[in-house]
């Protein structure tokens, strides 16, 4: 059976063939001019079809994200996504109930939030390298009328980002080509420790819509760095690259910092790095006992959360 949510998928998706829109058929959607995509038993659509992508969580790092995430860790994290969803464009209205206690830092140059017009549209999040659907979810959560699309490369991710919500649409695609959504047709983009696709966040985003991208600090998960050889580096040049990749297209509006500790245990701490691009070149089960204790780990999370407007 296809998920209700695809009721809507004429709206919010196009045919990553022609770019024709597209509609529900049986078990799959398809575009006038018959480019046909299936819907799988999972409730993801399979947007890619036998195309091969440049990266995704395999089937070991999708189940350490589902565990890692289900203990609330980067629940903080998720407040913040979603706080500078919220705060960044005008239609969204109210701010999430969970405590989010940092002032955000405004940027010079930064535009004013829009006024919400009257007969605004339900509102679109579109969460690029979307996982298992954790952050949008947060998203459509605060926000009772706004529909989400999730897109990742990994059909395991996407297993679980279908149906953490219901008004998630969950597709497969690679963050590095065409988006199959229409021109200025989002609210919101949200990019947490993904890939990123300027020109495409700017041509689906609406002009008065919002970028919010979240990355890590130089000591983010350092602990973890430091008792584990071989996990990957956070670059010290990162914002300064986040930076020239974006001033082109986007005015930074906003800035929010989270810095804590965590306390995990071993296995959690083991789920964290197996989530993370480490965990691709290093034997995760073989970690047992790492950490500064047998019996817990504390971990710094260090992470920037900015909220981006489109250059006029």
Partial sequence: MVPGVLSGASELLRCPVCGARVEVAGTALRCPSRHTFDVSRHGYVSLLGGRRAVSGDDDEMARARERFLSTGAYAPLRDAVVTAALT????????????????PTAHAGAP???????????????DVGAGTGYYLAGALDAVPTARGIALDTSVRALRVAARSHPRT????????ETFPVPAASVDVVLDVF???????????????????????????????????PGMVAIDPAKEERLARALDPLFVPERTWTLERSIDLTPAQARDLIGMTPSARH???????????????????????????????
């Fill in 282 to 312: 290093l034997d995760v089960a073989a970690l047992a006992g790492t950490g500064p204790s047998p019996e817990h780990v504390v971990v710094t999370i260090s992470v920037l959360v900015t909220a981006y407007a489109p250059r006029p």
């Fill in 194 to 228: 993904s890939p990123r696709n300027p020109a495409e966040f700017a041509r689906v985003l609406r002009p008065d819509g919002r970028l919010v991208v979240a990355r890590p600090t130089v000591d983010h998960l350092a602990e973890l760095r430091h008792a584990v």
């Fill in 112 to 126: 004013a939030d829009p006024p919400v017009p009257a007969g605004t549209p339900d509102p679109v999040v579109l």
């Fill in 169 to 176: 649409l969950a597709a497969t695609w690679d963050a590095f």
């Fill in 88 to 103: 960044a464009r005008g239609l969204f209205a109210a701010a999430p109930g969970a405590a989010w206690r940092t002032s």
